[in-house]
């Protein structure tokens, strides 16, 4: 270990040097004589003194309570900053799992995750996540460590241009170039995150504005003047809608991740219950309904329910809340709700008729716009027909699977176990694959923010570290379980070293079938069952891995294994790995091929 | 076992009699209404500050957005850059444009130009000077002035719209061209109308209505 933190390379070490006699030119005497150690304790409201400090106080100014990253060259001056702050600062094994964790924490809280990186190798790790929460809109912003500001454009150790890699997949980044501006850079980064459609925003620090001796206080946390956001909905195309609504007779409702973010699922709830309208789901607006609920139809698109799918595709009014008309849940645009006129309610312009057009197009918050449009329709729609059509869909495509006792565990069964082990309120991470299909459709979720997955980026990995951001930001009796695959979990699992040390209660289920499964099963259905790279052969043994990681380990072969193994492990007060042995050729059903009609899943495989 | 779940077939399903076009807007799937581009101008007042040129022009190819010229300048306030771009599109995709481009944080307002917006480029077209009376006669022609000139070459400039400036190029080839050098269009509203909007909530962009077609009127007022 001290080896490793001896082993600094000479160029590394000659910048820490330059740096120092930066810090003992610049530090000047009466700089410390304005501030005595008696003020310097009090980290609350001792003056700022270097650009990292004004960094650091930002985020605490904003009410940050955590931050994930790892340390690094470029970086070092506002880890010191951090040395003195009552934010705590989880290390993690990865900068990606620093950047999902960062990602989770916003999706579960809210308010943006805080990643931390060095320069060159950190912050091109924690691009991944960055790009993550860009498409799934999380709150998220990145601090990343960059070369002192004169070795900047030439090739300089570590060197990465991080605003240039990163500009495609955040809401906005700034390059610092100010010690006296860099505080309020942070600030208005925070701000920026939260704000309006939520995203990640990054702020690239060079050494020497970290390091600048500066005494600027930052502002609080706000939107630059040309950031705008329209929170209500234009009155006069409310009312159109609300007519529309009124006269519908096959009305939808369906709720995207933005009616979880926009904090409107509570106003949504009593607008589809009130009016009796039927409700489908994005898959990042699970938990914005409930699903045990008469009305609820679950979720739509390419892995959603049947009924959800004939819900969307035969309604002729769709009220679409905060979503983005993702190819996965449009499947082909020409076969989309293709006699329905959409109403969209979205808080980005230009998601509107960006890939369905809107005919009655709502832009504003979800929360004050839906509310709008609630005082506004004054007579339920008559659709009585309609959803006893919709009860028939949900009978006649019915979810029910086949699990004889004589067959390898089913997942579906293991994803069931799992939700009827835990309470309302847990929290389900995911990777992404087949597990990850499975957790949407055979895990009832009744409550927003209680569903953490990488939806748009689909980025293998996630459920890891996802579950430590997300184990911060929830509440104790939460319970968080991570329903993995095998090969999403080899992509991070050294997070398991993160949650041991942190002592952090989650449980991770992988769901190991030995295989890039969804690679498998597309395989099988598009390539002639050429198994191409997708069949491990071999996986080391999950449940003695996280023993020795210092977690609990568990192992489910057999069905009735399968209730006991999950109560023990989501009992156990720590991090704790059950591997589940499932029937690797188990396949995820139903399923509309890509750019397919919505209308014409396939139930199973012969029907693709 | 069996694999799969149960339910009617996907024959068996009853099938809505709607359509979409590939923008996504409900058609008669028997007249099949589709869009055609159009060159439009935009211009986009910005801040001027580092990286909003990668970010105006890194949205474009990430989205396809088709554009044609892009350019860039100082405005009458030092904080601020005028970008005006000529791209073709089809009117929902000038509209993804606008939304696109005001949704970059630097970026203060957006506006499409009217087709009767005044619109500049200018060319440095460097020409053997062999035939020295004709080639001034042709820059004559042209109204282009004499940048340089030396034994063997001469070098004129010309403003004007494009199609003039396309003429210009195409009459000077008969004297052999050696290179040229070309901008992007630069443009202004006329009159009293502005360019940018006077608040940065500029209505502009959500009136997709300015269906107004950019016509290639060779105007040289
Ligand atoms: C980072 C990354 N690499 C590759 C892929 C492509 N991919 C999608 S699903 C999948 C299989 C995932 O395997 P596993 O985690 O075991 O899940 P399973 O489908 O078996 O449940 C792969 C490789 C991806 N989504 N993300
Ligand atoms: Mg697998």
Request: net charge negative; proline share 6%; hydrophobic share 35%.
């Amino acid at each position: 270990m001290s080896e490793r933190a001896a082993s600094v390379t000479p160029t590394e070490a000659d910048e820490q040097d330059d740096d120092q006699e930066q810090i003992t030119d610049s530090a000047a005497p009466d700089a410390a004589a304005d501030t005595g150690p008696a003020e310097t304790t009090d980290s609350e409201s001792a003056p700022v003194t270097t650009g990292a400090e004004a960094v650091i106080r930002a985020l605490e100014n904003a009410g940050v309570e955590y931050a994930f990253g790892v340390q690094g060259g470029a970086i070092m001056p506002v880890y010191d900053a951090l040395y003195d702050s009552e934010i705590y600062h989880v290390t993690m094994a990865h900068e990606q799992g620093a950047a999902h964790a960062a990602d989770a924490y916003g999706i579960v809280s809210g308010e943006p995750g805080i990643c931390l990186a060095t320069s060159g190798p950190g912050a091109t790790n924690l691009v991944t996540g960055i790009a993550d929460a860009d498409m799934d809109s999380d709150p998220m912003v990145a601090l990343t460590g960059q070369v002192p500001t004169e070795f900047v454009g030439n090739d300089a150790f570590q060197e990465t241009d991080t605003t240039g890699v990163t500009t495609p997949v955040t809401k906005d980044n700034t390059f610092a170039s100010d010690s006296d501006r860099v505080g309020t850079d942070v600030s208005e980064a925070f701000a920026l995150a939260r704000e309006g459609r939520p995203g990640p925003t990054l702020v690239d620090l060079p050494k020497d504005i970290t390091n600048g001796e500066t005494d600027a206080e930052p502002d609080a946390p706000t939107t630059p003047d040309t950031y705008q956001v329209q929170e209500r909905a234009d009155p006069e195309i409310v009312a159109e809608a609300a007519e529309r609504i009124e006269n519908s007779a096959r009305p939808a409702l369906l709720l995207g991740g933005g009616v979880i973010k926009g904090e409107a699922s509570e106003v949504c709830r009593e607008f589809a219950i009130e009016h009796e309208i039927p409700v489908v789901t994005t898959m990042p607006g699970l938990g914005a309904f409930p699903e045990d609920h008469e009305l609820s139809m679950e979720m739509a698109g390419m892995h959603g329910t049947g009924y959800a799918n004939m819900a969307i595709t035969h309604c002729d009014t769709l009220i679409a809340v905060g979503t983005r008309f993702d190819d996965r849940l449009t499947g082909g645009i020409e076969t989309f709700a293709p006699d329905a006129e959409v109403i969209h309610v979205d808080i980005d312009p230009a998601e509107i008729s960006k890939n369905i057009h809107a005919d009655y197009p709502l832009v504003g918050d979800a929360d004050t716009a839906v509310s709008q449009l609630a005082e506004a329709v004054d007579s339920s729609p008559e659709a009585t027909k309609w959803r006893a059509q919709c009860q028939q869909w949900k009978s006649d495509y019915s979810m029910a699977y086949d699990a004889p006792d004589d067959a390898p565990v089913q997942p579906e069964f293991v994803v069931e176990a799992l939700d009827e082990a835990t309470s309302d309120e847990a929290i389900v991470t995911t990777g992404v694959g087949q597990h990850q299909m499975w957790a949407c459709q055979y895990w009832t979720f009744t409550e927003p923010r209680t569903w953490v997955s990488s939806h748009g980026l689909g980025a293998m990995g996630y459920g890891l570290p996802s579950a430590i951001g997300a184990r911060l930001a929830a509440d104790d009796d939460q319970e968080v379980i991570c329903v993995d695959g095998d090969g999403s979990f080899l992509m991070t699992l050294q997070g398991l070293s993160v949650a041991v040390r942190e002592e952090l209660d989650i449980t991770v289920a992988v769901l190991n079938n030995e295989y890039i499964g969804m690679v498998r099963q597309w395989q099988d259905a598009f390539f002639e069952g050429r198994h191409a790279a997708s069949d491990y052969g071999w996986m080391p043994e999950f449940d003695k891995l996280a023993e020795a990681f210092g977690a609990q380990g568990f192992r489910i072969d057999d069905y009735d294994e399968v209730a006991d193994t999950i109560e023990a492990a989501v009992d156990y007060d720590g991090p704790s790995v059950i591997d589940v042995h499932i029937d690797p050729e188990a396949n995820v059903y139903p399923m509309v091929p890509s750019g397919g009609d919505n209308g014409q899943f396939a139930l199973t495989e012969d029907q693709l | 076992m069996k694999r799969g779940l149960d339910g009617p077939a996907p024959e068996e399903r009853p099938t809505p009699a709607g359509r979409r076009n590939k923008q996504g807007i409900r058609i008669d799937p028997e007249v099949e209404a589709t869009h055609q581009p159009r060159r439009t101008v935009i211009s986009a007042l910005v801040e001027h500050e580092p990286g909003v040129l990668s970010d105006v022009s890194g949205l474009f190819s990430r989205r396809q957005f088709n554009i044609e010229s892009l350019t860039v300048g100082p405005t009458d306030d030092a904080e601020l850059a005028r970008i005006t771009l000529v791209v073709e599109e089809t009117d929902p995709g000038i509209d993804q444009v606008k939304k696109q481009l005001r949704k970059l944080v630097p970026v203060i307002s957006v506006r499409e130009l009217a087709p009767d917006a005044m619109r500049r480029e200018l060319a440095l077209i460097k020409v053997d000077a062999e035939r020295p009376d004709q080639v001034a006669a042709v820059a004559d022609m042209y109204g282009a002035t004499t940048v340089d000139s030396s034994p063997e070459t001469a070098t004129f400039e010309v403003t004007g719209a494009r199609q003039k400036i396309d003429a210009a190029i195409d009459t000077f080839s008969q004297f052999g061209i050696r290179e040229i050098s070309r901008t992007g269009m630069t443009a202004l509203a006329r009159g009293t109308d502005e360019t940018t909007g006077p608040s940065p909530a500029d209505a502009s962009v959500s009136a997709a209505d300015e269906a107004n077609q950019y016509t290639e009127t060779a105007d040289d007022d």
